[in-house]
C-alpha cells in the first residue's frame, strides 16, 4: 500500500522561510515523479512543484523564484523549501506521486494527507 508521511508545516511570518517533507513508501520511490501541490480555504487545489527522476523539475508561476523542489532518494523523501513567503501561501500543501511521468504531469495516482502552513501578514 502506498503512503505518505508529510511533514513540516506550520505558522511563519511573511517573508520568512519553510522546508516541509513527504517521505514515501510502498512504491518504487525512484521510479514515480513526485509533485506538491495546496490547497487553501475556499480554493481549488493548484499545483506548485514537480519533479521527475531524472531531475527534471516544473514550477508553477505563482511560486517561481521562491519555492524549491528536491529529493533524497536514498530515503524516499521529496522536500519543498518556501522561502520569501507571502499570507497568499497559506495552505494545506500536499506530496503526490505518478508512475513512468516526466514532469509536468496531469494525472496522479497517489496522494498524501497534507501539512498546514499558515503565513502571517
Known amino acids: 500500500e502506498v503512503q505518505f508521511a508529510e511533514s513540516g508545516g506550520g505558522l511563519v511570518q511573511a517573508g520568512g522561510s519553510l522546508s516541509v517533507s513527504c517521505i514515501v513508501s510502498?512504491?518504487?520511490?525512484?521510479?514515480?515523479?513526485i509533485g506538491w501541490f495546496r490547497q487553501a480555504p475556499g480554493k481549488e487545489r493548484e499545483g506548485v512543484s514537480c519533479i521527475s527522476t531524472d531531475g527534471t523539475t516544473y514550477t508553477f508561476d505563482s511560486v517561481k523564484g521562491r519555492f524549491t523542489i528536491s529529493t533524497d532518494n536514498a530515503k524516499n523523501t521529496v522536500y519543498l523549501l518556501m522561502n520569501t513567503l507571502k499570507p497568499e501561501d497559506t495552505a494545506v500543501y500536499y506530496c503526490?506521486?505518478?508512475?513512468?511521468?516526466?514532469?509536468?504531469?496531469?494525472?496522479?495516482?497517489?496522494w498524501g494527507q497534507g501539512t498546514q502552513v499558515q503565513v502571517s501578514s
Open positions: 503526490a506521486a505518478a508512475p513512468l511521468r516526466s514532469c509536468p504531469v496531469i494525472v496522479w495516482d497517489h
Open positions: 510502498g512504491i518504487g520511490f525512484d521510479t514515480y515523479a
